[in-house]
């Protein structure tokens, strides 16, 4: 499964035109986007600005209401296509079994064999720095812990698109730090990074290009250097001035 | 064996270890033990799949499973003796007034219990992990022995409650057992025989005997959960 040259490639995903409605009312519209092959981008925006659902839309835990998410690898079936790609939630879910087990759960899942499971998962808590904590129950490790292991669950899932919904906004800062390195590792290994955040000085830190969402419409999609210095949109200025948007 | 004083009396009967009474304690523990583990096999995966899939008549299936918790041991064992029953459907295959008929009716007794439990447990926590795990790519189905086996010890609770039920109804045992003296009798027919007979003080011994079981189980079983809760998070 680590062999990714002979299927086609994922990416890029395009979204035409895609809403999304619940209980009458229209969280997300109009939604134009592409992500291409490579590149981080920070999806930045007030709360409720439909950040979480852009990304849950995208990773296909949800069906938009109209128009299309759709991946170039279009012939694969949406599980297969959910298998390379890989997502990180503000609180991650760790089942109550040890740190390992829960890594080689989720290569289970992926259909990698028992003995391959054991290396690919020991190596990837090994990168983050988990060894130690391997035979520990995952429910008991710290906050930071936790979230780092996710990302070494995802680091061993190989995904070609890493989707992070505010993974680090219940973490201390050196915690913080150890997950935008992570963030890092990831894209210098090639996986295409898709992350929300409302830390500016993190977006600042990581991004390619910026995403910026208002009241469930996307207001701009701007390089990172052009955003932070001459947003397009008021909205987006005074977003960055701290103020409230609505 | 008797006396005057009831709890004389059972102290008397654990320790005189007489051979009746063991023989009656070990039939009562291994018609409700299996009758359980029989049950819990059938109705953990029942619930689970309940808890995870949409399908026509789900509301009923739940609902009726909720109403069966609160099934009388004597129309269970009514049903069951009818089934065994020499006119009955299944009456050549001769099983009235055997332990296993005693097994069957406990465990029809027992499965709605654990079976609605399951189903209220799996369902509570899909709702804590169905997006991570249907982010790592896991089918309902492949979900189902992952949270079987993370909710492990909640289901316990229900499997013990079902063990609670088996063990202290007498209703079903008595009419499809018979409460045959050394083929039958468990302790709650027995104890039933001896208050209809007068013999108070035994029937209370037993019946102390039969308190001090149930809880034996149910606080070792307290403990282990206890203590893999605490280990595990």
Request: charge should be positive; aromatic fraction near 6%; glycine fraction near 10%.
């Amino acid at each position: 499964m680590n062999d990714l040259s002979h299927l086609p490639t994922l990416l890029p995903l395009t979204l035409t035109d895609v809403a999304f409605r619940h209980r009458g009312q229209t969280l997300l519209q109009g939604i134009n986007l592409a992500f291409g092959a490579s590149g981080r981008t920070i999806v930045l925006g007030p709360n409720g600005a439909g950040k979480s659902l852009l990304m849950r839309l995208c990773h296909g835990l949800l069906q938009p209401s109209a128009g299309t998410v759709r991946w170039a690898a279009l012939r694969d079936s949406g599980r297969s296509i959910r298998r390379r790609q890989s997502m990180v939630f503000q609180r991650p879910v760790l089942l109550r079994r040890s740190a390992i087990a829960n890594v080689e759960y989720a290569l289970a899942v992926q259909g990698v064999g028992r003995r391959e499971r054991r290396r690919h998962a020991a190596e990837a808590l090994e990168y983050f720095g988990l060894a130690s904590l391997a035979h520990r129950m995952a429910r008991v490790l710290s906050g930071g812990e936790q979230q780092r292991l996710a990302l070494a669950r995802a680091w061993a899932m190989r995904p070609e698109i890493l989707f992070l919904d505010e993974p680090t906004s219940a973490l201390d800062p050196s915690a913080t730090k150890a997950v935008e390195d992570a963030v890092q590792a990831f894209h210098d290994r090639g996986t295409r990074i898709v992350m929300s955040t409302h830390d500016l000085g993190q977006a600042r830190r990581l991004a390619d290009d910026v995403v910026f969402l208002c009241r469930g419409r996307l207001l701009e999609r701007t390089p990172a250097i052009e955003f932070f210095q001459q947003p397009r949109t008021a909205e987006a200025t005074a977003f960055l001035h701290g103020e409230l948007v609505w | 064996m008797t006396g005057g004083n009831p709890f004389a009396t059972a102290l008397e009967l654990i320790l005189e270890r007489d051979p009746v009474l063991v023989g009656i304690v070990g039939l009562s523990l291994q018609v409700s033990l299996t009758a359980v583990a029989i049950a819990a096999v059938l109705a953990l995966p029942l619930g689970a799949v309940v808890a995870l899939f949409r399908f026509p008549g789900r509301g009923i299936v739940v609902a009726g499973l909720n109403a069966l918790m609160g099934l009388p041991p004597v129309v269970a064992g009514l049903m069951v003796y009818l089934l065994l029953s020499r006119a009955g459907p299944l009456g050549s295959w001769g099983l009235l007034f055997t332990p296993t008929a005693m097994v069957i009716a406990q465990t029809l007794l027992v499965f709605p219990i654990i079976a609605a439990l399951s189903r209220q447990v799996v369902e509570d926590l899909w709702e804590e992990y169905s997006e991570q795990l249907r982010s790592l790519g896991a089918s309902r189905l492949r979900a189902i022995p992952t949270l079987l086996w993370d909710a492990r010890f909640s289901l316990l609770t229900g499997v013990l409650a079902g063990f609670g039920r088996a063990s202290a109804e007498v209703g079903a045992v008595l009419i499809v057992g018979g409460n045959i003296d050394g083929v039958t009798r468990v302790m709650t027919t027995a104890i039933a025989l001896e208050t209809s007979r007068g013999d108070l003080p035994l029937a209370l011994g037993l019946g102390i005997v039969l308190l001090l079981l149930v809880m034996l189980v149910n606080s070792a079983a307290h403990l282990v959960s206890e203590q893999a809760k605490r280990r595990l998070g």
